[in-house]
């Protein structure tokens, strides 16, 4: 399909509404909106906002599920010349309360519950509305009973009769093709997660190859359980769609049977997610019992042999992929018609505009074709992280490459092959944990004097999250006692699955006294595989 002509969102909106006004793009529940009327619901939202106080330049953060007002949400504030803010529909209050202080955000707009959470007593704990979050002035709720000082969504939408249609010609005239779009927080390995910017230009122009990569076309159908909150959603999903005249089939929250039906019901032609998903949805009853058929090419992050598992599922056209928030969700993927091995083996080759070099993680001086270093990236990167000067100092080279901490080799063919980290990351079922910040939490616990979190191998995450605790000289800790600790406290995600207590001296130490997480993973695998087996020995 032609690349789309528009370079920022909210024209990229009004051209897919020229070009396919009858075509649905937004499918939820019962609720089918075509790209027309979905362009006049979030001009209609905008114009709410805009009497509701937002102009442009503003910070709008979004927190809910994956529904019609989160669509509704992003495009609105982007058209109105602002930028959206996700927010992780798993964080707990400290966490919402980091982000959104640090994303300087002036509008929240999110669900009364999500799930079993109350956001609004979450908030109420955090003093929102309130002084809490200093520059936050408004809060937007939908749900039939908002908490003292928020504003109804409905409210929103009943007073954009009395803003003039005209304001939004004014407002959208202020967002450039350079501008920031969104900003998403990801984990990094220092304690606390980071705001990564994305321009308009880029959410069109990397995304539109990624649609080229499957072969999509207006006729596409994209199931989307992944939430919309993270890249993998509103900008790998929406983007690569949208720019191809598709559809979204939105699913609230994941759940396996839920899952089939929609596939199903949507006859839905491409998959994206994380392979967790695709065993969870081949474990559960329906399977076999839901015609899948229909689902043709796809996405995910994954090894070799859950990505077979994943073709088996009847994703025939999947494709494993390299990418991380700051490339825009992809730097290299397969064309979905190359032969099984390279699309699957291989993260593939660059998306055009692009660029991939792997170096020396020291020097950063690359290296030559077949040796493993670090990917450092330039092309569709973020311009920095929002308000870390020090980070971003140290995040990128002399010549303005992003520095992942990833490493892996590159083919004669072109075709790149990733095969771990340099840096101190977890990645589960997809997802970053940062070490620094589960450590963090977990030294403020009673009777904990050290603790060390790493990555272990898991069959269905490929990594979980692991502890080693030192306990203080006579404390008596309990593993179930620190999770519910961590739960309490930290997204359900970055809770350790995997608890052991060891003495100090049996730690292995630098000639400094820095633990060596390299061997300490080796020992905690170790350790594990040994009560695996002492299970299954005594039949338990």
Known sequence: MEIPASRTLPALMDEMARRFPQREFVIYGDERLTYAQFRERVRELARGLYGLGVRPGD??????????????????????????????????????????TKSDVSTLIMVQRYLNQDYVAMLRGIDVPGKGVPALARVVCIGDNPGPGMTPYRDVIAGAAAVDEAVLAETQATVKPDGVAYMLFTSGTTSFPKGVQLLHRSLVENLYHVGERLHLTEQDRLWLGVSLFWAFGCVTGVSALMTHGGALVLQHNFEPGEALRLMEQERCTVFLGMPNMILEMMDHPDYGKRDVSSLRTGITIATPELMKRTAVFGVREVCQVY??????????????????????????????????????????????????????????????????????????????????????????????????????????????????????????????????????PDPLRDEAVAAVIVPQAGAQLDAKALAQACKAHLAAYKVPRHFRFMQREELPLTATGKVRKVELREMMAAWMAEQEGATKQHGV
């Open 323 to 456: 990418g991380m928030t700051e490339s825009y969700g992809v730097a290299t993927l397969s064309d979905c018609k190359a032969p099984e091995a390279l699309r699957c083996e291989t993260v593939g080759r660059l998306l055009p505009g692009q660029e991939v070099v792997v170096a020396d993680p020291e020097t950063h001086a690359p290296l030559p074709v077949g040796e493993v270093g670090e990917f450092k990236l330039k092309g569709h990167v973020t311009p920095g992280y929002y308000k870390e000067p020090e980070r971003n100092a140290e995040s990128y080279d002399a010549e303005g490459y992003l520095l992942s901490g990833d490493l892996g080799w590159q083919d004669e063919q072109g075709y790149f092959h990733y095969t771990g980290r340099h840096k101190d990351m977890i990645k589960t079922g997809g997802i970053n944990v940062a070490p620094a910040e589960v450590e963090q939490f977990l030294l403020t616990q009673p009777g904990v004097s050290d603790a060390s979190v790493i990555a272990v």
């Open 59 to 100: 910070h709008v953060a979004v927190w809910m599920g994956n529904q019609t007002e989160f669509m509704l949400s992003l495009f609105a504030v982007t058209l109105l010349g602002g930028t959206a803010i996700t927010v992780n529909t798993w964080y707990k209050a400290e966490e919402v309360a980091f982000v959104l």
